[in-house]
Each structure stands twice: as structure tokens, then as C-alpha cells.
């Protein structure tokens, strides 16, 4: 089946630091593709998302473009802030078995 | 506000005992799922359900039951079957039955083994 890879963490920044979080996906043919954020004790969130091939998803000041030819979708914000500390999962959809499959999530701490 | 409910916030079984996990969702969605989530771990699917009276098996289904009788709520149970129920437990929901559609998580139930 389908799969997502994403880089391991924790990574640590300090505030107004560039980020990017690794995510490559293994599919059969042009899966949707996701970023969900997960803030201590609580739910996921999606915070960007993107449906075809060369699609640009942004929320919050974070970016992600769907790449067919690295088959990736990297996460990226210009400047991280102490708030955007969280666990984040890149995911796509499996439409041969209809559902969504995560990535394991890449913790980011952002120190003051 | 609309959104989706879940409780307790934190529950704890006992060895040989069934415990229920409730979620509920105001959103007027089709759709609802429910992961579980362990340290380190990517989310892995339960159960799901497309529509009231109807669910399905997801990665990992042994040793939970759901049920769907109205459209807003699908509890989970854990049953005694289920061997290391320790975890966070995450209920979502979608607005139709189409597995691209977004999906929305309620804030989640940690179940710890006494």
C-alpha cells in the first residue's frame, strides 16, 4: 500500500529560524497530500494541504508544493515562532483502500 | 461553535474490563473515524464509518467494537480482547464520503491501564 516518510526529530530551532520538515510519499498514481499539526494534549489540525501536481498549500505562513518528479512535499516557513512548537504529520490519501495514512510526525521545538 | 467532542479527556481501564469512548460531532458530517496514536507512531485507523448504521474495519480492529445509530456519535469500546490499550485515542469526522475530503479531530482521549 501507500506510504509516507517524513524526516526524524526532534528538530530545534531558535525563533525566526528558516524550517523544513522532509516528507516523501511512495503512491500509485496522484494522491491528495497533507500537513497536520498536533499542539501538546490536543487533536490534529490540517493546516495545508494540496490536491494536484505542482500545487502550492499555505496556511500561517508555512508552505508546502506537491512534487511529482522527488514525489516530496517538504514543509517550510520562512520564520519560525515559539507558538509553531508542535508535532507536525505529513499524510496522503490511499484511494485504493479510501483512507488517509500519516507519516510517524516530526517534532519541532523553537526555543525564545 | 461547531466541532467535534470527545470524552473523557482521560480514562483508565482495569484489567478484564470494557471501557467506551464517546465522540461526538455537531458538524453535520457523513464521515467519522477512529485512530489510535502511540508515542513515536503515525496515526493507524479502527474503525470508520461512511453512514448512520454502517462501519468498517480499519488496520487495526481487533479488540475494539464501534457503533453508528445516529450521525453525530460513534463511540468506540475497548474490549477486554484488546491487549495494550494504552494510548491517545483521536475521533474525526469528514463532511462526505469521499476519503480526499479534510479531515476534522476532536481534542482526543488518553487510556491508561490501571
Known amino acids: 500500500g501507500d506510504s509516507v516518510t517524513q524526516m526524524e526529530g526532534p528538530v530545534t530551532l531558535s525563533e525566526e529560524a528558516f524550517l523544513t520538515i522532509n516528507c516523501t510519499y511512495t503512491a500509485t498514481g496522484y494522491p491528495s497530500l497533507f500537513w497536520y499539526v498536533q499542539y501538546p494534549g490536543e487533536g490534529l489540525q490540517l493546516l495545508l494541504k494540496a490536491t494536484k501536481a505542482d500545487d502550492k498549500g499555505s496556511n500561517k505562513g508555512f508552505e508546502a508544493t506537491y512534487r511529482k518528479e522527488t514525489t516530496s512535499f517538504h514543509l517550510e516557513k520562512g520564520s519560525v515562532q515559539v507558538s509553531d512548537s508542535a508535532v507536525y504529520f505529513c499524510a496522503l490519501v490511499d484511494t485504493g483502500f479510501q483512507k488517509l495514512v500519516f507519516g510517524t510526525g516530526t517534532r519541532l521545538l523553537v526555543s525564545p | 461553535d461547531g466541532g467535534i467532542t470527545q470524552s473523557p479527556k482521560y480514562l483508565f481501564r482495569k484489567e478484564g474490563q470494557n471501557v467506551t469512548l464517546s465522540c461526538e460531532q455537531n458538524?453535520?458530517?457523513?464521515?467519522m473515524y477512529w485512530y489510535r496514536q502511540d508515542p513515536g507512531q503515525g496515526l493507524r485507523l479502527i474503525y470508520y464509518?461512511?453512514?448512520?448504521?454502517?462501519?468498517q474495519k480499519g488496520d487495526i480492529a481487533e479488540g475494539y467494537s464501534v457503533s453508528r445509530e445516529k450521525k453525530e456519535s460513534f463511540p468506540l469500546t475497548v474490549t477486554s480482547a484488546q491487549k495494550n490499550p494504552t494510548a491517545f485515542y483521536l475521533c474525526?469526522?469528514?463532511?462526505?464520503?469521499?476519503?480526499?475530503?479534510?479531515?476534522?479531530f476532536g481534542p482526543g482521549t488518553r487510556l491508561l491501564v490501571l
Open positions: 458538524l453535520n458530517h457523513d464521515a
Open positions: 474525526a469526522s469528514s463532511p462526505g464520503l469521499a476519503v480526499q475530503e479534510t479531515q476534522y
Open positions: 464509518s461512511q453512514i448512520v448504521n454502517d462501519f
